[in-house]
């Protein structure tokens, strides 16, 4: 089984202050997802990145596949309190079940 | 599309009873999968289908698991003689192809 690692466990910032998550592999991965979870909640699905050195926007966040497609970060600007929560990687295994890294917390003080 | 839909969303049972969960898929996806997530971790895969048929089973799933998806369409998860470590959110996903729409989860609370 291929391994997701995410860093950092835990993010604090202010609102309006940006941040990077990262998720690193020593495997190649056809294609990565972000999800993001609220507490109580199922993921929810951002974003699927499949192109090695793929970059692609969704308002304020910034996804960014690896050219080695081992590695993909999640970058946010101007953070608001709304992006609170907990944001997983993703990457598909044989039967396109999933695997996930541990997860970041981010909290964002308004 | 209602989306996944999962219930309960929240069982106490007590240590040694036996549990039930149903996850209802979006009615077109054919693969349907569970998944167990611990606090403050990551989810962890337990099994999946294609349509009726179970495919793979993970290490974690134990004797005391089962998982049916009698005709292709709802899923049930069942454990056995809970033990206090099975607490965890039990989260179904439906998809057609890879990744998927999760459900809101149930989460065990097993004393």
């Known amino acids: 089984t291929q391994l997701l690692e995410q860093s950092p466990q835990f993010l604090s910032i202010q609102e309006g202050e940006n941040l990077t998550v990262y998720c690193n592999s020593s495997s190649v991965f056809s294609s990565l997802q972000w999800y993001r979870q609220e507490p109580g909640e199922g993921p929810v699905l951002l974003v699927t990145?499949?192109?090695?050195?793929e970059v692609k926007k969704l308002k304020r966040l910034t996804f960014q596949f690896g050219d080695a497609r081992k590695d993909s970060s999640l970058h946010i600007t101007a953070a608001q309190p709304g992006d609170t929560g907990l944001y997983l990687c993703?990457?598909?295994?044989?039967?396109?079940?999933?695997?996930f890294g541990g997860g970041t917390r981010v909290l964002v003080k308004p | 599309d209602t989306g996944v839909s999962q219930n309960p969303r929240h069982k106490i049972t007590k240590r040694g009873q036996n549990v039930t969960f149903r996850c209802d898929p979006i009615?077109?996806?054919?693969?349907l999968y569970w998944y167990r997530q611990t606090l403050g971790q990551g989810p962890e895969f337990l099994t999946y289908f294609q349509n009726e048929a179970q495919l793979e089973k993970s290490r974690l799933l134990s004797d005391r698991f089962s998982a049916e998806r009698p005709k292709g369409s709802f899923s049930t998860l069942e454990i056995q003689r809970t033990e206090q470590g099975d607490s965890a959110m039990y989260l179904c996903a439906s998809s057609l192809v890879a990744g998927g729409t999760f459900g809101s989860g149930t989460r065990l609370t097993v004393v």
């Open positions: 990145v499949v192109t090695g050195g």
């Open positions: 009615s077109e996806h054919n693969r």
């Open positions: 993703a990457g598909p295994q044989a039967g396109n079940k999933l695997t």
